[in-house]
């Protein structure tokens, strides 16, 4: 190397010293003639136990370390991560860049803007809770110890706060969508949780809309006690329900979706189930992981 560059020197080596420079282009910068991975942006929304953004267990949710595995399963492309509230991730879902939220429900409605995965847990469905001094006006709606919620909100006597823009799945969304607009409290905020149940605790609203694990863990964050809540279950809704990556529906975000599929296929839902029933009360978690197991037996036959 030094005599050539000695020989580019003199007056007679232009023509190597030429060469030498692009072999020294090629060389010794490969990647700026590599191809630019595609960059992709995943959403994250503070919804425990799926994802954490505070407290002592941050970063620990379920599908945080699920992302982590996504992440190091594609090397691709570029990933990037970012904190949204609900109404901004399905902003962003709607826009051109290639975006993917890994904890959504599917419906018939988002599946025409959104490219879905296979499913990838199984959660807890959505129930009622109300303050333990408040239950009695549950009492007459209540059978098999379930919540008639149609003919409650038809009553337009009670007041459900719930997370705007937050899909609750068909059956849920279709009564939310009937209910007379005073009986519901929308909630838009990052903490929209959070702040509903300080409204519930000050009498602002009598019930609240959720994942009992999710309310259970965002009431101890308020600091109020478990049995100042009573939970119900909510007739029609099933027990369990499924949750999926959702990507952009563009060309980028629907080859996203085939890749994530292929690697979905290969991690073990064992795993993944018993990390979320970590966080259901005792008497759930053996009935939940045997429901999660002979759902996923079941997916993988098909």
């Not at 590599?34 to 599908?63: C, M, N, S, Y």
Request: net charge neutral; with cysteine; glycine share 8%.
């Amino acid at each position: 190397m030094a005599r050539s560059i000695k020989c580019c020197l003199s007056g007679n080596g232009r023509a190597l010293c030429t060469w030498l420079g692009l072999f020294l282009i090629f060389a010794l910068a490969p990647q700026t003639w590599a191809h630019p991975k595609d960059t992709l942006i995943w959403l994250k929304r503070d919804l425990p136990p799926l994802f954490i953004f505070e407290g002592p267990k941050k970063g620990q949710g379920v599908i945080d370390e699920l992302l982590t595995e996504l992440i190091a399963g594609m090397p691709q492309y570029q990933h990037s991560v970012m904190k949204v509230n609900r109404a901004r991730g399905l902003q962003m879902l709607h826009e051109p860049s290639l975006t993917c939220d890994a904890a959504l429900n599917w419906s018939k409605e988002r599946e025409t803007w959104i490219a879905f995965s296979i499913p990838v847990f199984r959660a807890m469905s959505n129930g009622l809770a109300v303050r333990r001094v408040d239950r009695e006006v549950l009492a007459p709606f209540i059978k098999d110890g379930e919540v008639d919620l149609a003919t409650l909100l038809a009553t337009g006597s009670v007041t459900l706060g719930i997370v705007a823009e937050r899909n609750y799945g068909e059956y849920l969304d279709t009564l939310l969508t009937q209910a007379s607009p005073k009986t519901l409290t929308r909630h838009y905020g990052s903490d929209a949780l959070g702040s509903l149940l300080q409204m519930q605790r000050l009498g602002r609203l009598q019930l609240l809309l959720g994942y009992r694990p999710e309310i259970r863990y965002q009431a101890q964050q308020q600091g109020i006690a478990e049995d100042e809540l009573r939970f119900y279950p909510i007739r029609g809704t099933g027990k369990y329900l499924s949750g999926y990556i959702g990507c952009t529906d563009t060309p980028q975000g629907r080859q996203a979706i085939i890749e994530i599929n292929r690697l979905l296929r290969t991690l073990p839902r064992d795993h993944l189930s018993e990390a979320y029933a970590a966080w259901l009360d005792p008497e759930s978690r053996s009935a939940y992981l045997e429901a999660s197991r002979e759902f996923f037996e079941q997916q993988a036959g098909n």
